[in-house]
């Protein structure tokens, strides 16, 4: 029985550092990650992708932005759901046209994905995720003013607007999903952490203002599609104790009690690694064989354990 693999792309699978975000740069940065990603599916694994969107979605921003005299603006869930499709679209298409390549009889679809969230998670009332460009201090405090949004200073860099980051409870197309898994689709799903909706008193489905982590909801979405292994790719190859010191140490293979303590003593920042610590970790404690936080050139010899941070249960480690 081949072994089922649900990949987390980072967002330097889609947009390089420095570049415009482009189609054609995007593409080129498409096709790259494909080549990589196809390599695992020649041997025999079945693969489910998910992927970041923040870069898309603040360009979306400034897009409404720019356009908000002439064309009505749209919330986050419809900023979401407009990436989703998209990126969707870029990689279904390059994974088609590789495939072909390869001589692979495999099909790739996407699934704009909604992922459901408590109307009462304590998110809602503190939100802080930064999302969309920055601007002075000034325009912040004017757009608070008009808008009733909240925004922070971030990193001196500037003023940035903040929205909600709940917890995913449910993924809303799960079945369909894993039907489409089951029947040997390269299936990519859930990106950008998926389009947040909760349900009103009669169970309807309705979107909301939030950004879900797209590696919490990766690992959501892994559980549901039965995922044996959950990887994390990322521009760096492993989880790094005292990161950027004289004193740092990248982590391999390790248990779900080594990585708790890790996590207890701070070594993970909250706005970096710290969500994809999480998610990793609460996949195999969920049941999940293993995590695996790795660089995406190295994504095949992380499955076979040679690279990248692995997390597994006390009992694997022995």
């Known amino acids: 029985m081949s072994s089922r693999v649900l990949v987390a792309l980072g967002g330097n699978a889609i947009l390089q550092p420095g570049q415009k975000g482009t189609a054609v740069e995007q593409l080129a940065n ?15 694994y079945e693969l489910v992708l998910t992927h970041g969107n923040g870069p898309q979605v603040g360009a979306i921003l400034i897009q409404n932005e720019m356009s908000r005299e002439q064309v009505p603006a749209m919330g986050l869930d419809f900023c979401g759901a407009e990436s989703q499709g998209f990126i969707g679209y870029m990689l279904c298409q390059v994974l088609h046209n590789e495939c072909m390549a390869r001589g692979l009889k495999k099909d790739a679809v996407c699934v704009v994905t909604q992922v459901e969230v408590n109307p009462d998670d304590k998110a809602f009332s503190t939100p802080t995720k930064p999302v969309g460009p920055f601007y002075s201090q000034a325009e912040a405090e004017l757009r608070m003013a008009q808008r009733c949004e909240r925004w922070i200073e971030d990193a001196g860099r500037g003023w940035r607007k903040v929205v ?3 917890e995913p409870k449910n993924v809303i197309e799960k079945e369909v999903i894993r039907e489409l898994v089951d029947r040997g ?42 995922a044996d292994t959950f990887v994390i790719l990322t521009d760096v190859p492993n ?14 293979k390790v248990t779900i009690e080594e990585m708790e303590k890790y996590v207890e003593e701070g070594h ?7 969500p994809k610590v999480q998610a990793a970790l609460r996949f195999v404690k969920d049941g999940g064989d293993r ?28």
Do not use: W
């Open 291 to 318: 995590a695996i936080i790795a660089r995406l050139d190295q994504v095949l010899a992380a499955l076979k354990g040679e690279a990248g941070t692995q997390i597994v249960s006390e009992a694997d480690q022995e």
């Open 30 to 44: 498409i096709t790259h990650t494909v080549e990589q990603l196809l390599d695992i599916v020649e041997k025999g």
């Open 268 to 274: 993970f920042r909250a706005g970096s690694m710290g």
């Open 164 to 166: 909600p980051s709940p």
């Open 185 to 226: 689709f390269i299936v990519v799903a859930s990106g950008g952490g998926g389009i947040p909706v909760c349900r009103d008193a009669q169970g309807r489905l309705y979107g909301v203002e939030a950004v879900i982590d797209k590696d919490l909801a990766g690992e959501r979405l892994a559980q549901d599609v039965h």
């Open 239 to 252: 989880a790094i104790l005292n990161y950027n010191t004289p004193h740092q140490m990248p982590l391999g």
